[in-house]
């Protein structure tokens, strides 16, 4: 299970979604992340309390995607946001 983390924001503007680290001299603008559908879906999900097999079960039920391809993608997105310091295992 992953929480986010508290030196990342996730805000929904204008039908995007988009990763904002947050940094004590001011926001670099390079680092801003733009989601995608199912990365934000993920990202929503991603509360320190909902298991990945949840979240890979709710993936497959709200796209037209195999739990394989579920699983690869919630893992694959994941590991970025760990690279990142987006989200800590708890």
Do not use: C, K
Request: glycine content about 8%; cysteine-free; overall charge negative.
């Amino acid at each position: 299970m992953f929480a986010r983390s508290a030196r990342i924001v996730g805000r929904r503007i204008a039908g995007e979604y988009v990763l904002v680290p947050l940094v004590t001299h001011g926001a670099d603008l390079d680092a801003i992340y733009n989601l995608n559908a199912v990365a934000a879906f993920i990202w929503e999900r991603i509360d320190g309390r909902t298991s990945g097999d949840e979240i890979v079960s709710a993936l497959t039920e709200s796209f037209e995607v195999t739990p394989g391809q579920a699983e690869a993608d919630y893992l694959e997105f994941v590991t970025r946001l760990g690279e990142l310091g987006a989200v800590e295992a708890v």
